[in-house]
């Protein structure tokens, strides 16, 4: 039986169906066209080995993972990521002070980390483990600066669990769950992939099933914001969801293009997240940071590198926006950098 793979509902890998023919190899200029006036601040190195999101361009269209890959904790003094690896049992949570020369502090070891976040009061991290051997993912928790175990919340047989987010209470983590159905078409095994949107309790036990779709993020209110793919045309949208009545909305529907991995500004009131940008023929180029308003107008293109800019979080006073991208070197590796919101604020383009 030859296996044979096929992502419905894509939670790691967001698709979007288009042409591209061309693609920018060179990554060493820091501006470009549109980011003129922008002052680009550089907070990781190479040599910290930053694990960046696994972005693919391959048969006209553009494939990435849409968890969130690092995160800024609550009072702006440090950021959490995971360091790069050929060996996925050590790519490991690293925490990493943004006010002093303080190099990283290694957090975990001996599970594969992925997708961290911090609690509102900033003392524990939330991220997706597998441990070695294993092929399931489990949301886990560990405290930021103590050094205690890691607590493991959920893992079942099968499942992929990873985006976690901690509610504004920090009672509850809202994730992302994977469930494979399998099926035999013919001589092949068929795996698909549902994802849909689950809760758990970080303080009290049980879990809870909401809606389909990933990579949500906590809005005030019991609400979420979250990617769900287009089963017509497998392309990224921004959803918003109420956890108690179960009304959700689409915010922010591609046009050609894709968007996922949203995150809401302290204040609730913007969005930023990675969205597919075009060439003047229609066809998607690279990855890029957008912002919209919390109610879907207002959007606006924020990055326009021909690198892959991606994964954008906030400052906590909402003024700096922190991305991972490609740019400024010459292999095309990702770190972490930043930019103040007012050099990057351009016309609606929606």
């Not at 693609?23 to 200029?29: A, I």
């Not at 205690?148 to 504004?168: A, E, M, Q, W, Y």
């Not at 001589?187 to 992939?193: A, D, E, G, L």
Request: net charge negative.
């Amino acid at each position: 039986m030859k296996p044979y793979i096929k992502l419905l509902l894509i939670a790691f890998a967001t698709a979007t169906w288009s042409c591209s023919t061309t693609k920018v190899t060179s990554f060493d200029t820091l501006n470009y066209a549109g980011e003129e006036n922008y002052h680009f601040k550089l907070v990781t190195s190479e040599a910290y080995k930053i694990e960046g999101p696994d972005v693919k361009y391959e048969k006209g269209s553009i494939r990435w993972n849409t968890g969130s890959v690092f995160d800024v904790s609550p009072d702006g003094e440090n950021i959490v990521y995971i360091t790069l690896s050929e060996d996925d049992n050590n790519k490991a949570l690293n925490l990493l002070p943004l006010t002093s020369d303080t190099l990283p502090v290694r957090r975990t070891c001996n599970i594969a980390a992925a997708n961290p976040r911090f609690s509102p009061d900033g003392l524990s991290i939330c991220f997706s483990g597998t441990l070695p051997g294993q092929t399931s993912s489990g949301i886990c928790i560990i405290d930021t600066y103590d050094n205690n175990g890691i607590r493991h919340l959920t893992g079942r047989d099968g499942f992929k669990d990873s985006s976690p987010v901690f509610s504004s209470d920090g009672e509850r983590i809202i994730f992302t769950r994977g469930i494979p159905t399998i099926r035999t078409e013919g001589s092949n095994t068929v795996t698909t992939w549902d994802y849909s949107i689950w809760a758990a309790g970080s303080v009290i036990t049980g879990e809870y099933q909401y809606i389909y779709g990933s990579s949500p993020d906590y809005l005030f209110d019991n609400r979420i914001v979250y990617t769900k793919t287009n089963t017509i045309s497998y392309q990224g949208e921004i959803w918003i969801y109420d956890l108690v009545t179960g009304n959700d909305s689409l915010l922010l529907a591609g046009n050609g293009n894709g968007f996922s991995t949203p995150r809401v500004s302290p204040d609730g009131t913007m969005i930023l997240c990675t969205g597919v940008t075009l060439d003047r023929k229609g066809r998607p180029s690279n990855l890029d940071v957008y912002l919209l308003n919390t109610d879907g107008s207002s959007l606006r293109q924020l990055t326009f590198h021909p690198g892959a800019d991606v994964s954008p979080c906030w400052s906590p006073d909402g003024d700096v926006i922190y991305f991972m991208s490609q740019r400024g070197n010459s292999n095309g590796l990702f770190n972490i950098w930043s930019l103040r919101l007012s050099d990057a604020i351009k016309p609606d383009i929606k």
